[in-house]
């Protein structure tokens, strides 16, 4: 299936995922899955994926969320631009 938007990431979300790259190396892998995801269905449409969207949170502060085993990814949803703003670890992610 052709990705439905692009997805861009954050000058933070990039220098997080090198520091988790390090400490955690099965974070390629689950960063892939989630690159995937979020081309094809970031407002969860399908309903198939665990992404949520936050209560409480402010546009360009990552209003949405999708989690991954023990990751979450923070990001926006702009027409067909998603913009990742951050991965966590779950226990420092909230």
């Known amino acids: 299936m052709a990705p439905a938007c692009r997805v861009l990431s954050t000058a933070?979300?990039?220098r997080t995922l090198k520091q988790l790259a390090r400490k955690h190396p099965d974070i390629p892998d689950?960063?892939?899955?989630?690159?995937t995801i979020l081309e094809i269905d970031p407002l969860n449409v399908s309903r198939q994926h665990n992404i949520r969207k936050l209560v409480n949170v402010e546009h360009g502060d990552?209003?949405?969320r999708i989690r991954s085993g023990v990751y979450r990814?923070?990001?926006?949803?702009?027409?067909?631009?998603?913009?990742?703003h951050s991965i966590n670890h779950r226990k420092d992610a909230y």
């Open 73 to 84: 990814v923070r990001y926006d949803v702009e027409a067909a631009t998603v913009t990742l």
């Open 12 to 14: 933070a979300f990039e």
């Open 62 to 64: 990552g209003a949405w």
């Open 30 to 35: 689950v960063f892939a899955d989630i690159l």
